[in-house]
T-cell receptor, first 110, second 115 residues
Framework: GQQLNQSPQSMFIQEGEDVSMNCTSS?????WLWYKQDPGEGPVLLIA?????ELTSNGRLTAQFGITRKDSFLNISASIPSDVGIYFC??????????FGAGTILRVKS | GAGVSQSPSNKVTEKGKDVELRCDPI?????LYWYRQRLGQGLEFLIY????????KSGLPSDRFSAERTGESVSTLTIQRTQQEDSAVYLC?????????????FGPGTRLTVT
């Protein structure tokens, strides 16, 4: 079946730094979604991407749908302590089901 | 409006017992999904309901797992004869139809511990 490779697995960065994470797949996806999960809570949708090449921002977050439709990245600018958590990418091929990456754990040093 | 709700938030059960987990989707959402998330891991798809169509059960790990949904509302995930390996957070998500139908919104999850 379809699988997503998400990297890095974890990051430990200084407050104020920019962060970048990405997901790649051997299969084409038609939708990319990025979620953030805080401890003890469900994932919260951050950004949804629907077209190849699309670049979308949500505050300090920017995500892009790769031209090949096999990858997506998420950037966080000027990180702050509340950015800590686990970030998941999710891709949709055909139909409504999503495939999730394994997550990127973000830790921020204040 | 109200988001996806799940109950109980925590469940501790003895090995071999049956458990029922409940999900209330966002009102008007026709699609409902169940996922399992083991500690420190990603989301594992279990089952998907879309309107009155037959559910997609392709992710259920064994016949001990089953789920039902009443119309376009509440869903119940049942695990029979629980095993320690079933310990995980069970997440429910719902989505609407139309242009944003691929955006799934999650509940807070039920943390299941099998002792």
């Amino acid at each position: 079946g379809q699988q997503l490779n998400q990297s890095p697995q974890s990051m430990f960065i200084q407050e104020g730094e920019d962060v970048s994470m990405n997901c790649t797949s051997s299969s084409i996806f038609n939708t990319w979604l990025w979620y953030k999960q805080d401890p003890g809570e469900g994932p919260v949708l951050l950004i949804a991407l629907y077209k190849a090449g699309e670049l979308t921002s949500n505050g300090r977050l920017t995500a892009q749908f790769g031209i090949t439709r096999k990858d997506s990245f998420l950037n966080i600018s000027a990180s702050i302590p509340s950015d800590v958590g686990i970030y998941f990418c999710a891709g949709r091929g055909y139909g409504n089901k999503l495939v999730f990456g394994a997550g990127t754990i973000l830790r921020v040093k204040s | 409006g109200a988001g996806v709700s799940q109950s109980p938030s925590n469940k501790v059960t003895e090995k071999g017992k049956d458990v029922e987990l409940r999900c209330d989707p966002i009102s008007g959402h026709t699609a409902l999904y169940w996922y399992r998330q083991r500690l420190g891991q990603g989301l594992e798809f279990l089952i998907y309901f879309q309107g009155n169509s037959a559910p997609d059960k392709s992710g259920l790990p064994s016949d001990r797992f089953s789920a039902e949904r009443t119309g376009e509302s509440v869903s119940t995930l049942t695990i029979q004869r629980t095993q320690q390996e079933d310990s995980a957070v069970y997440l429910c998500a719902s989505s609407s139809t139309g242009g944003s139908s691929y955006e799934q919104y999650f509940g807070p999850g039920t943390r299941l511990t099998v002792t």
